[in-house]
């Protein structure tokens, strides 16, 4: 199931050929099968193999050696390899990728299915199998991070001897690169969340913003690396987004104001509104972009969240186009909640000083 729903990430309705044995396909296999692709149905492996050389042939049965055998180039882009390595260690079938990548890197995938070979052999228990349908290892190879998951290439739940195993390979460094970011922001937002209270009464409201924008101003620059940016709050008795922290962008005309209206009110404007990001990749040509940094030419405006409402909006400007991606989004999105908590924060301080 694994490899299908990757392969369908590939193709639009890419066509696969259901082979029809003995057995019966789970309905709920079936059902997602014919959601995610257009399916043609045959009664034998031999009479699929002529229909289409880029299609996946799903059987009924466990036939997972003439299967890859057949199935030509639909796999081959799957993942950073696939192979099929029988019970004596040898590699019956392998995709191109795998076979032309670094000799150490295939050696690693052909241990770790040895390895996992091995470990169906000592586990005969058909509960043990059934509660390990594959084996899945992390390792680190020339600098980068790879997951290597292995299944069965037989049926072995009914305790019969395991055949060899279907390993899919995948290089995992940029999504692990991303999963550290998102820890690092997570842990600067815990910091930025660290008001002590005594030290905070003892302060006048610019003190307080100060404390919270030397906070603010590192993580963005250190950690987010965004250099030019503005946080605006929402004044909820009046919608006007006010201005409280800037760094590299040009302050609007004496008279201008943006409110948190979808037209007329700039890019900032829109995403108080509708409380959704928005990407620009080229600024000259977006109606509703304002000028806030000299020669901007891309941006990136997130709303800050506080339990679901808009209470703010975080926006970053470059001078190079299209310099914001979707993570970029992701990042900033994460680190504005904590924004919103900590002006809420500062906030509550602010109202139990004066009571």
Avoid at 197 to 210: G, P, S, T
Avoid at 234 to 248: C, H, M, P, T, Y
Avoid at 314 to 341: C, M, T, V, W
């Amino acid at each position: 199931a694994d490899l299908l729903m990757a392969s369908s990430m590939a193709a639009i309705r890419q066509r696969i050929i259901l082979v029809r044995d003995s057995t019966t396909v789970d309905p709920h296999v079936e059902s997602g099968l014919r959601e995610q692709f257009d399916v043609v149905e045959v009664d034998s492996v031999e009479a699929a193999t002529g229909l289409d050389d880029d299609a996946v042939i799903v059987a009924a049965a466990s036939r997972s050696r003439e299967i890859a055998a057949m199935t030509g180039p639909a796999l081959q882009h799957l993942g950073d390899g696939v192979a099929i390595v029988q019970r004596d260690g040898a590699v019956y079938w392998e995709t191109a990728r795998l076979r032309n990548s670094d000799p150490e890197l295939r050696e690693r995938f052909l241990e770790y299915s040895r390895h996992a070979i091995s470990e169906y052999e000592t586990h005969g228990d058909p509960i043990w199998r059934r509660l390990h349908p594959n084996l899945t290892f992390d390792f680190t190879h020339a600098e980068s991070s790879y997951t290597l998951t292995l299944s069965p290439s037989n049926d072995i739940s009914g305790g019969a001897p395991i055949e060899g195993v279907v390993g899919v390979l995948w290089d995992m460094t940029e999504s692990r690169r991303l999963q550290a970011k998102i820890q690092t922001i997570d842990a600067a937002g815990a910091e930025l969340m660290r008001l002590d209270a005594d030290v905070i009464r003892k302060l006048n409201a610019m003190e307080r913003l100060q404390l919270l924008e030397t906070k603010i101003v590192r993580t963005v620059q250190e950690v987010l690396e965004f250099d030019n940016f503005e946080i605006r709050l929402l004044d909820s008795s009046s919608n006007q987004l006010e201005l409280v922290i800037a760094k590299g962008l040009t302050p609007l005309k004496i008279g201008e104001v943006i409110f948190a209206q979808q037209a007329g009110n700039g890019i900032s404007g829109f995403v108080a509104a509708t409380g959704r990001s928005y990407r620009c990749g080229n600024v000259q040509q977006d109606r509703r972009y304002k000028e806030g940094l000299t020669d901007a030419v891309s941006s990136l405006t997130v709303p800050l969240l506080l339990q679901d409402n808009v209470v703010g909006v975080f926006n970053i400007e470059s001078n190079k186009p299209d310099a914001f991606d979707d993570h970029d989004r992701q990042f900033a999105e994460i680190f504005g909640r904590y924004i919103a908590l900590a002006m809420n924060i500062l906030d509550l301080l602010v109202v139990e000083r004066y009571t």
